[in-house]
């Protein structure tokens, strides 16, 4: 059951960026699983990617072909992963390039390639190859919410967002589509997530505002507390718009490009957790007080992948000392137990250290019982505060992965 998630039906077309969909049949048949997006030529492309050492063959592919710039075109196939495949999965990586290359008329490199799906089988390179040219064929740019679908895997819902913003004076339009529901845990998660936009970004500028982006989003988003094989984050700035060239975050108009980008990376990086395996509650987990942003993270994640804490908040079991205990063990060093307060919304369920006076169990299990609310520790050392998103964890869960394979 995804937690508060709608399906956006309607996005508004970014110019420079068309989208080709095609059934290659890699897993199942008569299924969207093949995602062709064309970029106009000079479009910036930044990317951020796993940090796991197992990284995907279309990882180590698309890695190396992002830092020679000039990216016209990404291909997305779902329903296999290409990951833990050897020097196969590389050289089939590189074959998927080379194909859209042929076919686009382009340069190998000018292609970037993801995957997802099932770890450790050899890619189904006949029918994937022979969806490129399906693909190619239908490129539009209206095809988004296909586009959704067509990279989804154990997702329940499409997930996207699009919107249009005023940048003084001048209109820019964002829309983008993330996928992932399971393995996801940052640095980064099974997800991918590609965002456009029109505005004319500096390259130099868009791979920092890409890193920063990241990590106030998809990397402070949590499920399971698996980081996956590929992970990929993909922002393209096509610079369309009739506007100057953001070169540094001093220009005019960047704070207002950069703030209307960071909403559509949370939009995406929330509605991951909010479709969640099995997932029944959105929660935030906000950390305040802290005396480093690493302080403020170790606290947050130790708490939001307790399965002691996520199985209470399934069961909608005020169980605070599960998070108590949580806090406790996140390795803060010479904490003082009596500076912490933790707030259930504006329940306050410890105070000094404590349980509060003024809490009361019916209190408490009112606040569970939502299916959306926020976790605040306060943990009276310093000024950083930071916010992780997660859910509980389910019956739903276990069945959904332990079935993944059949």
Known sequence: MAVGLEVLKNYHPVAGVKLGIAEAGIK????????????????????VFTLNAFCAAPVQVAKKHIQQGDIRYLV?????????????????????????????GVAPEQVLPFSTGVIGEPLPMDKLLAGIPLAQQSLADNLWPETAEGIMTTDTLPK????????????ITISGVSKGAGMIKPNMATMLAYVTTDAKIAQPLLD??????????FNRVTVDGD??????????ATGQADMAEIESEQDAGYQQVFDALLEAFLVLS???VRDGEGATKFV????????????????????????????????????????????????????DLSAIDIHLDDVCIVENGGRAA?????????????????????????????????????????????EYRT
């Open 270 to 272: 929330h509605a991951i």
């Open 76 to 104: 997305i196939n779902t329903g296999n992963a290409n990951a833990g495949t050897g020097p196969q999965g590389l050289a089939d990586a590189e074959t998927t390039c080379q194909q859209v290359a042929e076919v686009c």
């Open 208 to 217: 920092s505002m890409c890193r920063q982006l990241a990590d106030k989003s």
């Open 284 to 335: 935030s987990v906000e950390v305040q007080q802290a005396d480093s942003v690493q302080e403020a993270l170790d606290v947050a994640y130790t708490v939001a992948h307790s399965p002691l804490v996520k199985t209470a908040l399934f069961a909608s079991d005020a169980n605070w000392g599960r998070i108590l205990a949580a806090v406790g063990r996140a390795g803060v060093e010479n904490m």
């Open 358 to 402: 003024s809490y009361t169990e019916e209190a408490g299990s009112a606040v569970f019982e939502k299916t959306e609310f926020t976790i605040s520790i306060r943990l009276g050392r310093g000024a950083v505060t930071e916010t992780v998103w997660t859910t509980d964890l389910s019956h739903d869960y276990v069945t959904i992965n332990a």
């Open 227 to 236: 980081t996956s094989t590929n992970d990929s984050c993909i922002l393209v």
């Open 28 to 47: 199942y048949a008569q299924r969207k699983d093949l995602v062709l997006f064309e970029l106009v030529a000079g479009s910036s492309v930044s990317g």
């Open 160 to 171: 996207g967002y699009s919107q249009k913003a005023d940048v003084n004076g001048t209109e």
